[in-house]
């Protein structure tokens, strides 16, 4: 089959306008007789959820967690970006479309970037209407601050809790709406497979994870906005329950899956302590808007910090290798994730790592520069004459702590180091997934009647997404952008009537769902699901990482192969299928990822060129930068399941760039 | 990332098999924890060996591991999170406790937070709390005013940011001795009753929230203060006392 990206034509400024003029609508009368399944209540599914809702439909929202508040956008740190140029700082539509377009390393389509960036603007306007505490200045207005990989200050932010403060938001429009009865709300449910009725999405079998019972709910559309698939990789920054469940099945059932190698391991993380870890947490990019990045200059140092015998406040200036001020001179420590997430990596297996951990992983984000900078900034407002260097560390520390202090705080917590005094120890850690479910202009599948919104899908970061720009995406998909395209297709389903959950289709999707929770209950095996979760996410990162390899891959992909045949040989999950049992919620999931996993190393292993933050080794400048092959792999890779991930076949979707020129991505 | 010396512990957690049946306390020794690992990286170690022995696994909540979704809860040695302040027990790390220590854990304890199984507790009256009247009514549209047309002072803006930091948790509940939700309904009404767009519906928002608190048989507010003590985001109960003002003012004008 071939793939129709369905752009509207015209000139790209003026194509969401057209599109939106020319689509057909449904009358209010008839919202009322169409019902919509969304699944996953982050920002997008959340967003959507009210929205539709909002509209007259009828909406039936699904999410694993307790409540539909605790979906992990609520972890999203420094901010939401928006055109407004507020700042007057030369921001502009056509500048925040053009950055990320450029930031994803030339991989993503231009109309939904630009549809992206028109709309953000108002997603600002709107979070402010529904009482989302953004920043302010003294005057009253928004503040803003900047990101890596642009030149502007665009984002706006609520200190380091901003995905929690619009997450808060979405949820707070879905109450409304959940008051109203237009939204019925399912907590601890879990999508287990899309029902498909005549190639259309007509619903989904959902687990409710306190009964273990196995749901039928039906509706005219399937949204998706069931987030990303980081971890695949065990250790993330996701949420231990973040998983690629639903977008697998709905690939499993005919939905294309695109750019799954497309991965973004974030820069400043905090490193792994060790074995019995089971998460990584992420320390918010904007740290590095006054964070200075550093390894020691000469190995001894670097080895003398690991074993403890040297402070890093001990080592002097001179000592210090800025390196990313010193590569880029342009961008400096406010490189985008990925070239900075590299310049770690590099450094480190050059032997400049400063933790002391198996593979000493771990450079400095240091404050001392910014408490100094600041601390003599309040010194003058104040009209301290002569301030002693401790009255200037303590204000200045004061600045750092209303900026930062909760990731401050968080940091402390974590590895018991005090970050006013000392140095951050931070290294890339999985946090985002740029691949997901390919869809067209619409937001659709390729599947009739089933959208993906948000982190689920592929469409607006390419092969990197810059700071800032999820949760721009996940509330553009959801409030602004999805309710019109849906509209369009739901205009057809007027006359449907309700689709009956007693259709051979739901019955035959029913029992497979059943079938594969057997299989993993009576499975009689030694090993908990952890332990396979644990080897696959090594496999990844050693083999899918932040580098990778024609013969890493390789062995990756047979190395996974073999593990899922372990996994459905030696996975024991304890209990029963129908009471509440954490393990069998985890043993679906990561039989998922193990399938995922193989298809994952093969879209890296095809694509033969580096972009963004897929890296071959075998493609990189004289200076170890990204090489791009525009050429042959300017398309997106469509992968369709055929029955095994070995198996899958490769669709091309080409992009075009008729408004940007393709040009060597350059922080310099 | 210290190599510190591993910790055995004795651990007495709440096992029940589900919301009907009656509750008890286990024993479970647990050896060689890193002072490094989080709480509930603990007790995936316990697990594990629960399953590796073929017994059946703990369950609790937990999600983001961040200290931020708000799911993870836990009554820690008699306190909800555990022993160290302002933080979640996802977040609270092993080297707060002693080697050779013995641990009891058991889920928050309320009557409006009936057990699921073992230590997960369902919060979902707080949900309907929030039904009754945790938003601001304005469709999404996109068509609204300008974000900057209504200049916020700081200050307001600042503390509605603090009221809205509640992660719904459900800590201040646990640690009432009324099992009072009044922190959790009051930093809602605060963030609103802060900013200019939470105006115009002010009255029968908190109106309608403290009543649908109250059908859900949380206890009322005796102003002990425990909730503000053990609240992992440091939600004032000076928030409590902006409630009750504006209940005052919207029973009197309603």
Sequence with gaps: ?668 | MSAAKKLNLTLKVWRQKNGNAKGNLETYPLNDISPDSSFLEMLDILNNELINKGESPVVFDHDCREGICGSCSLYINGEPHGPARLVTTCQLHMRSFKDGETIYIEPFRAKAFPVIKDLMVDRSAFDRIQHAGGYISVNTSGNTQDANAIPIEKENADEAFYSAACIGCGACVAACKNASASLFVAAKVSQYTLLPQGQVEAKDRVLNMVKQAEKEGFGPCSNTGACEVECPKGISIENIARMNREYLSATISK
């Design chain 1, 1 to 668: 089959m071939s793939l129709d990206s369905k752009i509207p034509e015209g000139p790209l400024k003026d194509k969401w306008t057209n599109y939106k003029n020319n689509i057909n609508l449904v009358n209010p009368a008839n919202k009322r007789n169409i019902d919509v399944i969304v699944v996953g209540t982050g920002l997008a599914g959340g967003s959507a959820a009210a929205t539709l809702a909002e509209l007259g439909y009828n909406v039936k929202a699904f999410c694993y967690q307790d409540s539909p508040r605790r979906a992990h956008s609520i972890a999203a740190q420094g901010g939401i970006n928006a055109a407004k140029n507020y700042q007057g700082d030369g921001d502009s539509t056509y500048r925040l479309f053009y950055d990320t377009i450029k930031g994803g390393d030339y991989r993503s389509r231009e109309a939904n970037v630009y549809r992206l960036a028109e709309v953000s603007t108002n997603i600002i306007d709107q979070c402010v209407a529904q009482g989302v505490p953004f920043a302010r200045d003294y005057g009253g207005l928004l503040d803003n601050r900047s990101f890596g990989g642009v030149l502007v200050s665009r984002t706006f932010y609520a200190k380091g809790q901003t995905g929690q403060q619009l997450l808060l938001g979405a949820y707070s429009a879905m109450n409304r709406q959940i008051a109203k009865g237009k939204i019925q709300m399912y907590n601890r449910h879990e999508m287990v497979d899309v029902v498909i009725v005549d190639g259309k999405a007509r619903g989904i079998i959902a687990r409710n994870l306190v009964t273990g019972e196995i749901e039928r709910h039906s509706a005219h559309a399937v949204v998706l906005g069931t987030g990303g698939y980081g971890n695949v990789f065990f250790l993330s920054t996701n949420a231990m329950g973040s998983n690629v469940t639903a977008a697998w099945k709905a690939h499993k059932k005919g939905a294309f899956f695109a750019n799954p190698c497309y991965t973004q391991i974030h820069p400043t993380c905090i490193p792994v302590h060790g074995t019995q870890q089971s998460k990584l947490t992420l320390m918010s990019e904007s740290l590095r808007n006054d964070g200075r990045i550093w390894v020691p200059k000469n190995l001894k140092d670097a080895e003398a910090v690991r074993n403890g015998s040297l402070k890093p406040t001990d080592i002097k200036e001179e000592d210090r290798d800025y390196y990313l001020e010193r590569r880029y001179p342009s961008f400096g420590n406010l490189v985008p994730r990925d070239v900075a997430s590299r310049a770690a990596k590099e450094r480190c297996d050059a032997g400049y790592g400063v933790v002391a951990n198996d593979t000493n992983e771990g450079v400095f984000l240091d404050f001392a520069a910014a408490i100094q900078r600041y601390g003599k900034e309040e010194a003058l407002v104040k009209g301290i004459s002569n301030p002693s260097k401790e009255e200037i560390t303590s204000l200045g520390e004061k600045v750092i702590e209303t900026k930062y202090g909760n990731l401050f705080d968080m940091y402390k917590q974590i590895t018991n180091d005090n970050p006013y005094k000392t140095p951050m120890r931070i290294y890339p850690a999985v946090h985002y997934t740029m691949g997901g479910l390919w869809v067209d202009y619409n937001l659709m599948t390729n599947v009739e009647g089933m959208y993906a919104i948000g982190e689920a899908n592929f469409s607006d970061h390419g092969a990197n997404r810059l700071g800032a720009s999820a949760l721009m995406q996940g509330l553009a998909d959801g409030y602004f952008v999805l309710p019109y395209t849906i509209g369009d297709y739901l205009a057809n389903d007027i006359r449907t009537g309700k689709i009956s959950t007693d259709l051979p289709e739901f019955e035959a999707a029913e029992k497979k769902a059943k079938d594969e929770i057997n299989k993993l209950i009576n499975n009689n095996g030694t090993k908990p699901v952890d332990y396979f979760h644990k080897k696959l996410g090594l496999i990844m990162w050693n083999k899918v990482g932040m580098a990778r390899t024609t013969e890493g891959l390789n062995e990756a992909i047979s190395e996974i192969a073999a593990l899922r045949e372990e996994f459905y040989k030696e996975v024991r999950v304890p209990g029963e299928a129908d009471e509440l049992n954490q393990e069998l919620e985890k043993a679906g999931r990561v039989a998922d990822f193990l399938e995922l996993g193989e298809l994952f190393a093969r879209d890296a292993l095809e694509r033969e060129e580096s972009c963004g933050g897929h890296f071959r080794e075998e493609y990189k400048t004289e200076e170890g930068e990204a090489l791009r092959r525009d050429d042959e792999f300017a398309y997106v890779s469509a992968w369709e399941y055929t029955g095994k991930p070995s198996e899958a076949i490769l669709h091309k979707d080409k992009l075009e760039f008729e408004n940007v020129e393709l040009k060597t991505r350059s922080y310099k």
